[in-house]
């Protein structure tokens, strides 16, 4: 029997491969095809031919490149306790998928020509394709979340997203401006206490000792600045820091205050740097909170889980902390120690009030 796209095969090879192909996993049981085979040529179950025939099927659907046979060394590919020995199992060959057509010329809109000449991939140019109607049919589009906009082009809200580390946005061919998008900023919880002068922001790393503040800053009426007191729910400050602006009245100052440790102190400098790649007020270390936490005695300090590994440089962490603290941040990090900012709480705070005043005294 001839295939169309291979060499002729015995009727039992073309039933054993029809098998194979028909099999929901690439991998098939000999015994399996053995009996497939067996209920194809009825003739096969009992007779002392039966495992050379389908041994020489097998190999025909190998020589045909419709299956592979184990390795003839392997040890676990092959039943041997009868001669000729079968395998275990056998591999389907998955038919050679032929490369996508290359895409039809297309005139793009000029906007789009940038990242025409970089695309090359089908998906690339599914992208621009989509884009191209997109702004065909929204001259005047109103800014929008990405996600929203996602949905208009794929009609699903995530899609876009996994577009933005390829080389079409990563080269600046295409941008979210361009797609009149924009990425939400996280928001963070805060509460506007009304007070005297300047408005500040005070951003706190931990839920228990934001809670401590407020309740400290509350009871404060006469000398408290105007002032938002931010949670900045650990991590998730490195990102919702873009959400200063939302603030009203706008903050001309931000302090932030975290745990002392390597993590605490890479929420605050990747935040910092954000504030500072967008324009915003610089994030200040809250200096006389950190010296609190510095001053305390030694049985404050515990092993920092976030400092285990490798050799960090440490000084550079430590750039963003006032330089009077510097030396001694650096120190408690080489030691792989850390303070948290709890020790920082409520009752620390009442009986600590020049603290809350040295915090928003202008320097």
């Known amino acids: 029997m001839t295939t169309g796209d291979g060499p002729a095969l015995s ?3 073309a039933e054993i491969g029809r098998l194979v192909a028909s099999s929901p ?9 053995l009996r497939g085979a067996g209920r194809f040529e009825p003739g096969l179950v009992g007779s002392p031919d039966a495992r050379r025939r389908f041994s020489q099927s097998l190999e025909e659907l190998q020589d045909a490149g419709k299956i592979t046979l184990p390795s003839p060394r392997s040890r676990s590919g092959w039943d041997t306790r009868v001669t000729p020995a079968l395998p275990i199992w056998v591999t389907r060959v998955e038919p050679r ?4 057509p290359p895409p039809p010329p297309h005139v793009w809109p000029s906007a789009l020509e940038p990242a ?23 001259p005047a589009p109103s800014r929008a979340p990405i996600q929203e906009r996602s949905l208009e082009l794929f009609d699903a809200e995530k899609a876009l997203d996994g577009f933005l580390k390829t080389r079409l946005f990563t080269a600046g061919a295409l941008t979210l401006d361009l797609l009149t998008c924009f990425i939400p900023p996280v928001p963070f919880v805060s509460k506007h206490l009304p007070g005297t002068g300047p408005t500040q922001l005070l951003v706190i790393e931990n839920l228990a000792t934001y809670t401590s503040f407020l309740t400290v800053l509350n009871e404060d009426h006469g000398s408290r600045p105007d002032l938002h007191v931010a949670w900045g729910a650990g991590n998730s400050f490195t990102q919702s820091v873009l959400s200063i602006p939302t603030l009203h009245p706008a903050p001309s100052r931000t302090l932030y205050f975290g745990d002392l440790d390597l993590a605490g102190l890479n929420i605050a400098t990747i935040a910092a740097r954000q504030a500072e790649m967008t324009g915003l007020p610089p994030i200040i270390a809250a200096a006389p909170c950190y010296q609190f936490l510095l001053s305390g005695p030694q049985t404050w300090r515990r092993p920092d889980a976030s400092n285990r590994a490798g050799m960090p440089d440490w000084q550079a962490r430590c750039q963003w902390m006032p330089v009077i603290l510097r030396g001694a941040t650096t120190e408690l990090l080489r030691n792989r120690e850390r303070v948290p900012q709890e020790r920082l709480g409520v009752r620390a705070l009442h009986e600590n009030p020049h603290l809350v005043a040295e915090l928003f005294r202008d320097k």
């Open 11 to 13: 009727p039992l090879a």
């Open 25 to 33: 996993s690439k991998w098939v049981l000999g015994e399996e095809l």
């Open 97 to 100: 998928q032929l490369p996508p």
């Open 116 to 138: 025409a000449q970089i695309a090359t991939r089908p998906d690339e140019h599914d992208l621009l394709a989509r884009v191209a109607l997109w702004m065909r049919d929204n």
